[in-house]
């Protein structure tokens, strides 16, 4: 596990660009959410946005023996809102599943938090109802379900007519 401060340097680049596409295979049920497309320049570009607003973000990469990135998970912390740290992406690449190395990058996370940040009170975190593996890490770690969200989708062109 590598843990990461802030904007990605040039040389983890790759390693965040790795870690989206194994957040890519994260479930979306019925929702056709499309495959989006990151390379290199655009987390320049995400960090870039990240740290203009006043964020910090703190990013575990888990790695492979050889040093590959094989997943990981990320929080972000909001200055207008010490009290609040919003877990961001967990994801383990498939071929790595099932060893527990998306609850030991979330706990290490979760210890950092406790020790330097003793402002933050809760932890937010989402994530679909179908993906029971995430559920049991979370409930294992400690969270809770308070709230829920539906998200509905269709084609605009079909929400034009019937609107019409």
């Known amino acids: 596990m590598e843990m990461v401060d802030g904007a990605y340097p040039e040389h983890l680049q790759a390693d965040a660009v790795a870690f989206h596409h194994i957040m890519e295979t994260a479930p979306t049920d019925d929702l056709d959410a499309g495959q989006v497309i990151i390379d290199a320049q655009f987390v320049a570009e995400l960090d870039q946005a990240l740290v203009e607003a006043g964020r ?28 609040t740290v919003f877990q961001q992406n967990t ?17 290490l996370v979760l210890d950092r938090i406790r020790r330097e940040r003793p402002a933050a009170r809760r932890v937010r975190t ?25 998200e509905w989708q269709a084609p605009a062109c079909d929400l034009r007519r019937k609107l019409r």
């Open 126 to 150: 989402e994530n679909a109802f179908s993906n029971a593996p995430m559920i049991a890490i979370n409930e294992a770690l400690g969270f809770q379900v308070v709230s829920t969200r539906t």
């Open 91 to 107: 994801g383990i690449d498939p071929a790595h599943r099932g060893l527990g190395l998306a609850k030991w990058a979330k706990a």
């Open 56 to 83: 910090t973000r703190w990013t575990v990469f888990a790695r492979d023996p050889a040093g590959a990135c094989i997943g990981g998970t990320a929080v972000t912390f909001e200055p207008w809102n010490p009290g």
